[in-house]
């Protein structure tokens, strides 16, 4: 009954053992199921929609045959404004779940000149971009709202045969436990094996019988000695026995750990029930809002891009190359400057534009165009820089617009990043003033002080740039009347910036408002015998080309300030908290 036993066990354990190599091998399903797509269209871009990626649940691998390709994702929106000047292909679902390829005609005519579409490499819109030489294979993890645009050169046909891979998340929970269970079963089956034999080799022991002799017959004792050897030799052949069998179960037990070596977690079922997420605080996107302009990373590589192409711009004082990055006021303060470094030797750059870290970021919610984002880069030292970057169509790189020094008592109140907020119009009357007038309003307080009819809106005592102004022209005042007060005089007149002023909504309903405001310092004289000579002043006689003048000079200084501006019925003040200065320009009093 042991053999029984034993043969029972070790069938049995082939049974499990064998189940669980078989899921493994022959039974397992495919770790992973693919959509390929093949179009037949020479359109220079294929967009493959969302919905195509969104599919089925997982992280996406991309592959793409082509001999040069280039793939770049962002939101669908996004996508489908570029491409509108070009044909392209759309893949997108059909209804039986199976991609499916459209070809899509341009929609928005294009000038003379080169394609709006014709170089898809670095484009701002793009949350990535890949390129590949030959095939391109990579991971993604895309919703929904966002496509993946598969180009060549942006001239070529687009690659024309692509796969979209997702895991099936297949596992084999019961492998691991059969065959572990399975090997227990066989090192039973051979311990009960080993019994049986020992049983059988104790039961089959020497039993011989001696021949009946009478009862006065003396015993041989050289038999009984014969016997009594035989006897003892046998235990001895048992246990040798007994010891090689026992051996056999080592090399029983290393094949079962070798077949569990080969498992993945996958093999095993998962303990306990799965982790169930803890809810996080609601974030109330308006009814109607759009989307986040750009992403933080996408907005830190912006920011890179402007840093390091400006840079360059610097470099060679060009302004043609500054443009390509900057607008608005920060074009026309280095525009300046390269002037001024052209003609006075020694003349020193204005400082590089910063790019990183990155401390606080707040995108315009819109889908459209144009649209804007605001960044504080803190530097090296300490200082902090609060810029606005602009972008005027899908077309167009973010353009550097404003550019101030923050004050590092500000404070203000954003809302995330991956919600965003509206721009307000220039004219929006939810505010206490509107940004369109902010800009005229502080100057007026600049030219009169507290008697200006807007010093109770502004905040006065935190305003450090005001307390500056008044100081330059105090001291500028006194050195021109030590010499210059009986043949001429210097009057000071502040005013609006020609830029248009550009705002986002803060959480507690104000904005955040950049205007630029233009400051002029006049000297004339007051005797039409004198001339006004500039002296050892380089800066006016590099801008307006002359050393003296009947006339006088005027000097204009461009100011990008940054205020915050509350709601309409808020008692607050309007507080400037960032502000920059650079000459603007010189020139001969008409």
Known sequence: MRFVWAITAFVLATLMIGAGIAQRTILQAPATQTASVTTDDDAPYVLVDGSVFDSRPGAQ???????????????????????????????????????????VSATVEQGEGESLTA??????????????????????????????????????????????????????????????AGGIVLLVGIFLYILALRHVRRSRGPRRKGLPLAATQPIDL????????????????????????????????????????????????????????SPT????????????????????????????QVNAADEAADADAASARLAGPALTERETNYTLQKEIDDQAPLAAIPSAPVTAFLPQAQDGWPRMFLAVVEETDGAATIMTVRQEDPWSDYKLTYLSSLRADASMNLAAGY??????EPNSPFLVMAPEAVAGAYADVLNNGDDSEFAAVFDGENDPFRAQVAENRATLLKNFNKTGEETGKV????????AEPLSLVTLDSGAIVAVT?????????????????????????????????????????????????????SNEKIQLIASRSNILDAKVVD
């Not at 919600?419 to 307000?424: D, E, K, L, S």
């Not at 801008?543 to 019925?569: C, E, H, I, M, N």
């Open 281 to 308: 605080e609601s974030v109330i996107v308006p009814e109607g809002q759009g989307a986040p302009a750009v992403t933080q990373t996408q907005a830190e590589r912006i920011l890179d891009r402007i840093a390091e």
């Open 419 to 424: 919600v965003g907020a509206v721009a307000v």
């Open 222 to 277: 050289s038999l009984e000695q014969s016997e009594k050897g035989v006897i003892a030799s046998t235990p001895r052949r048992r246990r040798l026995s007994l010891g090689r069998k026992s051996v056999l179960a080592v090399p029983t037990a290393a094949v079962t750990v070798a077949l569990l070596a080969g498992c993945t977690p996958g093999a095993w079922p998962e303990l306990g029930s799965s982790p169930t997420p």
């Open 491 to 498: 009057s000071f007149r502040a005013r609006a910036g020609a």
């Open 61 to 103: 691998t991309l592959r793409v045959e082509g001999d040069a390709v280039f793939a770049a994702y962002a939101r669908t929106g996004d996508l489908t404004q570029w491409l509108a000047p070009t044909d392209y292909t759309h893949v997108t679902m059909s209804d039986a779940g199976e991609p499916t390829t459209e070809l």
């Open 517 to 569: 405001v233009v400051e002029s310092e006049s000297v004339v004289p007051t005797d039409e015998d004198a001339v006004i000579k500039l002296g050892d002043n380089v800066v006016v006689k590099a801008l307006s080309g002359v050393t003296q003048s009947k006339s006088g000079f005027t000097t204009r200084y461009a100011d990008q300030l940054y205020f915050f501006v509350p709601a309409q019925g």
């Open 119 to 180: 170089d898809p490499v670095g484009s701002d819109l793009w949350l990535d971009e890949f390129q590949q030489e030959g095939d391109l294979s990579t991971t993604l993890q895309l919703p929904e709202d966002m496509s993946l645009l598969i180009a060549t050169d942006g001239v070529a046909p687009a690659p024309s045969s692509f796969s979209i891979s997702w895991p099936t998340g297949a596992t084999t929970p019961w492998a691991g436990p059969l065959i572990v």
